[in-house]
């Protein structure tokens, strides 16, 4: 399984950037894809999450200015971001994971080990 995220770039503070990843080496059916984001000197955090099912899931941050989205004939995720902040500069990970989990309050999947597979990153940086 492989995963290339692509769109990332630089952008104007309150502009947009819409993120792909696609997604390569199994059917695009019972699975989850996932949004992380690491800026310099800082963890690892969610964004974004959408479930085989349609349930999306975001951190709180971005509600209402980012929209998650899968097209499983394209095996591809997006993530449309729009009004960026300059404290969004990070590079952006795309995630995948195999298959169903139930979670009630979607919390497993906001963490990063409910994934199986990465991919390698793109830089969006926003500038003041």
């Known amino acids: 399984v492989q995963l290339q995220a692509s769109g990332g770039g630089l952008v104007q503070n309150g502009g947009s950037l819409s993120l792909s990843c696609a997604v390569s080496?199994?059917?695009?059916?019972?699975?989850?894809i996932a949004w992380f984001r690491q800026a310099p000197g800082k963890e690892r955090e969610f964004v974004a999450a959408?479930?085989?099912?349609?349930?999306?899931y975001y951190t709180e941050s971005v509600k209402g200015r980012f929209t998650i989205s899968g097209d499983n004939a394209k095996n591809t995720g997006y993530l449309q971001m729009n009004s960026l902040k300059p404290e969004e500069t990070a590079v952006y990970y795309c995630?995948?994971?195999?298959?169903?989990?139930?979670?009630?309050?979607?919390?497993?999947?906001?963490?990063?080990?409910?994934?199986?597979?990465w991919g390698q990153g793109t830089q969006v940086t926003v500038s003041s």
């Open positions: 995630a995948t994971k195999i298959g169903r989990t139930y979670s009630s309050d979607g919390d497993y999947y906001r963490r990063a080990y409910a994934y199986d597979y």
């Open positions: 959408i479930t085989w099912s349609g349930n999306t």
């Open positions: 080496g199994f059917t695009f059916d019972d699975y989850a």
